[in-house]
Structure formats: C-alpha cells, structure tokens
C-alpha cells in the first residue's frame, strides 16, 4: 500500500474512513500514517505480521517523536489492521502512550486587553475579538457564514463543530457592532449566486471558500509579537483564555462546557488549574495558623447557667 498510487487497499481503506463519517483532517492523517508503515515495510501492509506491528512502534520510539504523534500515527495504522484488513492479531499489538496532561497556556485579560490593541486592521481585530469573546476555535472563526449570526437572540451558531456537533455561543453588543462594521466593507467578489445567508464572513482568497486558519494564525502572531507577548502563545490560547476568564469571575462550569461543545465536563475542569485568580484568592492553612486567635470569652463571676 504505497501510497504515491491510488491501490485497491487505499480505496477500501477510504471507502471505510468516509463510511464511519470521519473527517476529512482525520482520513487525511489516517492516509499519512498508513504510507509510513508501507514505507517502513518496504511492502503493502496486507503482508504485515504482529512482529513488523512491533518493530514499526519500536522504530517511532526511536525516532524522537512526541508521544501524541506516536499515538497519531499509530491510530490510523489501527484503523487499517483492524477496519479494512480485519487483521485483529495485528491490532492487538498496537498500544496506546499515556499523553503527558499539560496546563493549558492562558493570557491575562490585560493581555487580551494589548493584544486587540495593536491589530492593525478592521478585519483582524474581528477575527480575534470572535475567538476570544466567543471562545471559538480557529476552524469555526473562518467558517461563519452571515446566517450564523442571530441578532434578534443575541447568539452565533456554531454549525457542525468538532465532533459533528452544532451549539449556540453569546453575540455580545460589541461583537455585534464590529460585525455590522465589517458587512460594510467586507469584500464582496465571490457573493454573486449566492444567498445572503450562505455567504461567507471572512471569504477567502478561492471561490466558495473562506479565509485559512494559516491567515488567522499569522494575523494573531502579527499581534502578539507588537504587543511584547512574549510567553508561547497560539490562536488557541485566545480559547483557553476565555474559559478561564470566565470561571474566575464566577460563571458555572457548566455553562463554560456548554460554550465551549465540550463533551465531558472532565474535559472543562481543566481551566480549574489555570484559573489564577481562583487559585490566588484561596487562603492559605499556613495564613490561618500566623492569624492572631480571638481569646475565649470568661465568664462573669456570680453567672449561673440555666
């Protein structure tokens, strides 16, 4: 199954991936992952054994590479061996990393606060105030189509998300300002035939497509290096920040799961380690030990209890 040509195997390998309604990010990793196998093998992986399964993995391990693009690659090998090949006794050789649980990168509001400062154009401050203000993720900023936008109930509809899922978000009176702004001026070579509703916000460069995520990230790093942000920050830290801003002042976490699409709220909780202002406003047991501790009131001489 080298994949330079289109094999029967990759066809069938396809027509499983489409069948289960994978995404087309998943099919295409899925794809990636199965040619370096083939490629490791030097044959179709229809020919594989349990120990080429083993000496495949061992290879990834000392390639250097991270733990989730060990877990990535050897996903879609999974698929192959046990979807499309029904090969069970090669599947029961793959096994899963432990992924290191990393606290999520945040900014502080005043950050925020520089950030949207220093954005040079109309357009990039929408991009990021969406992001943040909505805690949307970079793929469903660039993909919101004018009928996304409800003005009457004040929300934005995110429609088929990560997980196939549609949820509503808040449109705050701001946001919905800078987006009446943006209609005005949006370009607009590509509307024709197409109903208003169905029009993109940001359209992209091709017709009938929207702006890149590339474009967005390189808007956002644009920003964050004028604005002297000088801690690890990506477009998504814009999500993790409204979250986290959220629950410190108070806002139930189940809402935040909510806004978020978040399907576990396990997933949600997370925020709870970053949320500094939480954190910092947790007294101490060591605070309550220095305390000066109120003396026991004496009882009046003659008292008699009742």
Same mark, same amino acid.
């Given at each position: 199954m080298i994949m330079s040509t289109i094999t029967p195997l990759r066809l069938r390998m396809i027509e499983d991936m489409e069948g289960r309604r994978l995404s087309s990010a998943t099919q295409r990793y899925h794809i990636n /992952?199965? +040619?370096?196998?083939?490629?490791?093998?030097?044959? /179709?992986?229809? *020919?594989?054994?349990? !120990?080429?399964?083993?000496?495949?993995?061992?290879h990834l391990s000392? *390639?250097?590479? /991270?733990? %989730?693009?060990?877990?990535? %690659? &050897?996903?879609?090998?999974?698929?192959? @061996?046990? @979807? *499309? #090949?029904?090969?069970?006794?090669?599947?029961?050789?793959?096994?899963?990393?432990?992924?290191?649980? $990393?606290?999520?990168? @945040? &900014?502080?509001?005043?950050?925020?606060?520089? =950030?949207?400062? &220093?954005?040079? +154009?109309?357009?990039?401050?929408? =991009? #990021?105030?969406?992001?943040?203000?909505?805690? #949307?993720? @970079?793929?469903?900023?660039? $993909? #919101? $189509?004018?009928? !996304?936008i409800d003005s009457a109930q004040s929300i934005i509809r995110i429609v088929q998300a990560k997980g196939r899922k549609d949820r509503h978000v808040m449109l705050s009176k701001e946001l919905l300002k800078q987006l009446r702004q943006w209609w005005t001026v949006r370009p607009t070579r590509y509307d024709a035939g197409v109903p208003t509703g169905e029009r993109w916000l940001f359209p992209g460069t091709k017709p009938a497509r929207p702006m890149t995520t590339r474009q967005f990230s390189r808007l956002f790093h644009q920003a964050a290096q004028t604005s002297g942000i000088t801690k690890p920050v990506t477009p998504h830290t814009l999500r993790h920040s409204f979250a986290t801003?959220?629950?410190?002042?108070?806002?139930?976490?189940?809402?935040?799961?909510?806004? =978020?699409?978040?399907?576990?709220?396990? +997933? *949600?909780?997370?925020?709870t380690s970053v949320a500094t202002g939480m954190i910092a406003s947790i007294e101490s047991p060591l605070d309550v030990l220095t305390k000066p501790r109120r003396k026991p009131r004496q009882r009046k001489k003659g008292h008699v209890s009742a």
């Open positions: /992952s199965c +040619t370096r196998f083939a490629v490791f093998l030097k044959r /179709s992986p229809e *020919t594989a054994t349990p !120990d080429d399964v083993r000496r495949f993995q061992h000392e *390639t250097g590479l /991270s733990i %989730i693009t060990r877990n990535r %690659i &050897m996903g879609g090998v999974k698929f192959l @061996v046990r @979807v *499309t #090949l029904r090969r069970l006794d090669l599947a029961n050789e793959i096994y899963h990393l432990a992924e290191p649980q $990393k606290i999520p990168q @945040v &900014m502080s509001p005043d950050e925020v606060e520089r =950030l949207l400062a &220093m954005v040079k +154009t109309q357009k990039a401050h929408l =991009l #990021l105030s969406l992001a943040y203000g909505c805690g #949307l993720r @970079v793929g469903e900023v660039v $993909k #919101l $189509k004018a009928g !996304d801003h959220l629950l410190e002042r108070g806002v139930d976490i189940r809402h935040i799961q909510a806004l =978020l699409g978040h399907s576990k709220l396990e +997933t *949600t909780a997370r925020y």
